[in-house]
T-cell receptor, first 111, second 111 residues
Framework: EAGVAQSPRYKIIEKRQSVAFWCNPI?????LYWYQQILGQGPKLLIQ????????DSQLPKDRFSAERLKGVDSTLKIQPAKLEDSAVYLC?????????FGPGTRLTVT | GENVEQHPSTLSVQEGDSAVIKCTYS??????FPWYKQELGKRPQLIID?????GEKKDQRIAVTLNKTAKHFSLHITETQPEDSAVYFC??????????FGKGTHLIIQP
């Protein structure tokens, strides 16, 4: 597929701990998205980057979530402190020819 | 913001029959409507999309129709096969914007 790498693939933490996820849109595309997919639901957009700048972070819980994209390539998404309701799959996507392609995701379990 | 409604939540059809999944959207500015297929534990995969300047698009056994006036679009799968069993998500956006997803349809193909 359009080449989006994510790590780690799985993470288990206790509530109130912090966690970070990494994404590399291998194809090096300018636009990058982070989505949260809670079990049984569709993905929900958290943040959209265009190169290094944030285009849309209206649904990002900014009191605990943060994201950055350095040099317009890799991106990290951080949660601090985590809550039980943050248990979800965190998906990174790039944009190629007007279409969004997802990485494999990071499955986060907060206990 | 955009709101996407998707029906039905579960659809069971006999192998070889057709399946239809319907979605409505609220924002008349949306102009891009992709459909994703997600198998258990895997990433969403883009299967077909349509833009607002087109009324219908077909790719082998799958087709998508768009009615801009009524703000609804549908996915049609003909001659269903066991490998079509999955969760299907519709989504909407304004071009390169982040996607707003429906809640998903669990398609079950009965042998």
């Amino acid at each position: 597929e359009a080449g989006v790498a994510q790590s780690p693939r799985y993470k288990i933490i206790e509530k109130r701990q912090s966690v970070a996820f990494w994404c590399n849109p291998i194809s090096g595309h300018a636009t990058l998205y982070w989505y949260q997919q809670i079990l049984g639901q569709g993905p929900k957009l958290l943040i959209q980057f265009q190169n290094n700048g944030v285009v849309d972070d209206s649904q990002l819980p900014k009191d605990r979530f943060s994201a950055e994209r350095l040099k317009g390539v890799d991106s990290t998404l951080k949660i601090q402190p985590a809550k039980l309701e943050d248990s979800a799959v965190y998906l990174c996507a790039n944009l190629r020819a007007g279409e969004q392609y997802f990485g494999p995701g990071t499955r986060l379990t907060v206990t | 913001g955009e709101n996407v409604e998707q029906h039905p939540s579960t659809l069971s059809v006999q192998e070889g029959d057709s399946a239809v999944i319907k979605c409505t959207y609220s924002d008349s500015a949306s102009n891009y409507f992709p459909w994703y297929k997600q198998e258990l534990g895997k990433r969403p995969q883009l299967i077909i999309d349509i833009r607002s300047n087109v009324g219908e698009k077909k790719d082998q056994r799958i087709a998508v129709t768009l009615n801009k006036t009524a703000k609804h679009f549908s996915l049609h799968i003909t001659e269903t096969q066991p490998e079509d069993s999955a969760v299907y998500f519709c989504a909407a956006s304004g071009g390169a914007d982040g996607l707003t997803f429906g809640k998903g349809t669990h398609l079950i193909i009965q042998p």
